[in-house]
């Protein structure tokens, strides 16, 4: 069965800190993989989206790294801000089931 | 533009009820979707639409649950009768294409509590 699964479930780190988040996939073949920063009672938002021949996808302080031989992405988040609190998504496309697979997402908790 | 917008942003009701969610997707967009998220179980994919057409209900759990699209902007997601094991949030999200190879835009949510 194809599955994403992200870590660590949940993360506190100090405000101005850098950060990294884990997701770990076995779908495959896939065409594309997301993150998405879910704010407390809020819809996610996409961030990045990556295809399977990227490696590297940055947005601000956000930067996304693809390793499709290892089937692994990880989300780093540069001098982290009290807004960066939120739970973040990764999201990979199954190319044979024509599906969309969520992770369960890490929560992020930024301390001032 | 404004965005997914669905209503109601919060929903309690008492086992049994009929509960209808709504959502307006972006204009252009012509799939949509709509998901459910749980601590359990994260967000899970219901059913979806294209040019307001059901093409995957797969998603949706049992006969309790129906979905229609009656024109490009406007979809409701019915439960009836409700149980408290629907408590969740209700997302709708819309996409230009498929969501597959591109970008989904979620609402914000219903969120929704049965007694």
């Known amino acids: 069965k194809n599955q994403v699964e992200q870590s660590p479930q949940s993360l506190i780190i100090l405000e101005g800190k850098n950060c990294t988040l884990q997701?770990?996939?076995?779908?495959?073949?896939?065409?594309?993989l997301r993150w998405y920063k879910q704010d407390t009672g809020r819809g996610p938002v996409s961030l990045t989206i990556m295809t399977f021949s990227e490696n590297t996808k940055s947005n601000g302080r956000y930067t996304a790294t693809l390793d499709a031989d290892t089937k692994q992405s990880s989300l780093h988040i540069t001098a982290s801000q009290l807004s960066d609190s939120a739970s973040y998504i990764c999201?990979?496309?199954?190319?044979?089931?024509?599906?969309?697979?969520f992770g369960k997402g890490t929560r992020l908790h930024i301390l001032p | 533009d404004a965005g997914v917008i669905q209503s109601p942003r919060h929903e309690v009701t008492e086992m049994g009820q009929e509960v209808t969610l709504r959502c307006k997707p972006i204009?252009?967009?012509?799939?949509l979707f709509w998901y459910r998220q749980t601590m359990m179980r994260g967000l899970e994919l219901l059913i979806y639409f294209n040019n307001n057409v059901p093409i995957d209900d797969s998603g949706m759990p049992e006969d309790r649950f129906s979905a229609k699209m009656p024109n490009a902007s406007f979809s409701t997601l019915k439960i009836q009768p409700s149980e408290p094991r629907d408590s969740a949030v209700y997302f709708c999200?819309?996409?230009?294409?498929?969501?597959?190879?591109?970008?989904?835009?979620f609402g914000e949510g219903s969120r929704l509590t049965v007694l």
């Open positions: 999201v990979v496309s199954d190319d044979r089931d024509d599906k969309i697979i």
């Open positions: 999200a819309s996409s230009p294409d498929r969501g597959y190879t591109g970008e989904l835009f």
């Open positions: 997701c770990n996939y076995t779908v495959s073949p896939f065409s594309n």
């Open positions: 204009s252009g967009h012509d799939y």
